[in-house]
């Protein structure tokens, strides 16, 4: 299984090994929008999820915190996210980038979910440090240096209802990861990019967090 490590802002810094990743999809606060995004995706032959909010489980050795992603293929892509990640010194927030194959999500959104990593940043901030304030937090992705997604957490389902959710499924342990789900992209931007970068902001302290990586093209198979 794979270890994170994360610097906090006292200075400390908290590993913990990762057992169970979890990406949350469909998770925007208002699911009348949600509804809507999943009818358009359906008509880009994405199959509609069976429930919304929706979480798939992914392999633990696809949470990484690195420079490269692989791909196989130009049509994959980024989303900017928040993750949170339970350890045995409390719940740590982060930002994290969910790379997707986009061709292989026609196909299924788990399988999609499965064949790219999901890169958290290398900072985090105690859950309880921002609880108070973290709607206003800010999510910002960009795809090639040009901005394709800005917003706030306030658009997203909360951090405790998926503590919640985790509680009721028996995975609220060390060494659970789970990323948020994403805030809306900009019309018209091309997001199958060679280089991504997120970013989570705190307004109220001007702190940020951000993960940043480049595609790198796999060579073609023989065979």
């Known amino acids: 299984m794979p270890t994170l490590s994360f610097d906090l802002p006292d200075g400390t810094t908290v590993t913990t090994p990762v057992t169970t990743l979890l990406n949350a999809g469909y998770a925007g606060r208002d699911q009348a929008d949600v509804a809507a995004h999943v009818a358009e995706l359906a008509e880009l032959g994405v199959p509609a999820p069976k ?5 798939y489980p992914v392999a633990p050795y696809l949470a990484a915190q690195t420079d490269e992603v692989p ?3 130009d049509r994959t892509s980024g989303e900017a996210e928040w993750a949170l990640v339970i ?3 409390g719940v740590l927030l982060t930002v994290a980038c969910d790379h997707t194959d986009r061709e292989l999500e026609v196909h299924g959104v788990a399988w999609s979910k499965n064949a790219a990593p999901d890169v958290l940043g290398r900072q985090a901030w105690r859950l309880d440090d921002v609880a108070d304030r973290l709607d206003s937090l800010t ?3 960009w795809a090639d240096g040009q901005l394709i997604q800005d917003g706030t957490l306030a658009e997203l389902l909360t951090p405790q209802h998926w503590l919640d959710v985790l509680r009721e499924r028996g995975l609220y342990e060390p060494g659970v990861v789970l990323i948020s789900g994403t805030i809306p ?3 018209g931007v091309n997001q199958f990019a ?3 970068r997120v970013e989570l902001g ?3 302290t ?3 967090i951000e993960a940043a990586y480049r595609v790198r093209r796999l060579p073609e198979a023989i065979g």
Do not use: I, K
């Open 194 to 196: 060679g280089e991504w």
């Open 87 to 89: 350890t045995a010194d």
């Open 71 to 73: 791909a196989q293929h």
């Open 51 to 55: 429930v919304t909010p929706a979480l």
């Open 185 to 187: 992209m900009v019309p």
């Open 206 to 208: 001007g702190n940020t």
């Open 202 to 204: 705190d307004p109220a």
């Open 139 to 141: 999510l910002r992705g």
